[in-house]
């Protein structure tokens, strides 16, 4: 069974770099990885998607490797307001494959 | 995201109770889905309906049906519920623009308690 993992929390400081690490070692050729943020008593919040290699967007890069077996979330510069749970996300465009992971809890502190 | 609403926001009923779950979107989006969060485990995939004539199950589909009235309304109903549906519901829209995942945009979900 597909399993996708990741750390349960993170903790870290205003102004650093956080990288979170997602597992997904059953990855098949059709899928993406694509990363998420939740608040609380908030729905999840797109946050970057990649196939391959590097991904940069305005908030986030997303590092995947050659084998793709594993992914990693680059958050610049946090600042409080990134304190969420962030949950990597493996599937395919037909939807005939969604894993998410169980999340990650971040806390970011002054 | 204000383009996708949920009804009712919480909800609390008794075990053996029919309830529905209702999900609206303006966004002009085909595709819908429903998971359920549960502490600890993330989002699971319930059903999903790339349209109005497209119904499929997700990974845990048991005990729920669905129904796409519309290309904005996708319900979720739970014919008799029990205690271990109590969960976190969320819907969700993505377009379709060709190959590669679809971002998924999710409204603010249902808190559901079953007693």
């Known amino acids: 069974l597909a399993k996708t993992t990741q750390p349960i929390s993170m903790d870290s400081y205003e102004g650093q770099e956080v990288n979170i690490t997602c597992s997904h070692n059953n990855i098949a050729t059709n899928d993406y990885i694509t990363w998420y943020q939740q608040f609380p008593s908030q729905g999840p919040r797109f946050i970057i998607q990649?196939?391959?290699t590097k991904v940069t967007n305005e908030v986030a890069s997303l590092f995947i490797p050659a084998d793709r077996k594993s992914s990693t979330l680059s958050l610049p510069r946090v600042s409080l307001s990134d304190t969420a749970v962030y949950y990597c996300?493996?599937?395919?465009?037909?939807?005939?494959?969604?894993?998410f992971g169980s999340g990650t809890r971040l806390s970011i502190r002054p | 995201d204000a383009d996708v609403t949920q009804t009712p926001r919480n909800r609390i009923t008794k075990t053996g109770k029919r309830i529905m779950l209702e999900c609206s979107q303006t966004?002009?989006?085909?595709?819908m889905y429903w998971y359920r969060q549960d502490p600890g485990l993330g989002l699971r995939l319930i059903y999903y309906?790339?349209?109005?004539?497209?119904?499929n199950k997700g990974e845990i589909s048991d005990g729920y049906s669905v129904s796409r009235q519309a290309q904005a309304k996708f319900s979720l109903s739970l014919e008799s519920a029990i205690p271990n549906q109590t969960a976190l519901y969320f819907c969700?829209?993505?377009?379709?623009?060709?190959?590669?995942?679809?971002?998924?945009?999710f409204g603010p979900g249902t808190r559901l308690l079953v007693l």
């Open positions: 990649g196939y391959k």
């Open positions: 996300l493996v599937g395919n465009s037909s939807a005939s494959k969604i894993i």
């Open positions: 966004k002009g989006h085909d595709r």
């Open positions: 969700a829209t993505s377009d379709d623009p060709g190959q590669g995942a679809k971002t998924q945009y």
């Open positions: 309906s790339f349209d109005v004539k497209d119904i």
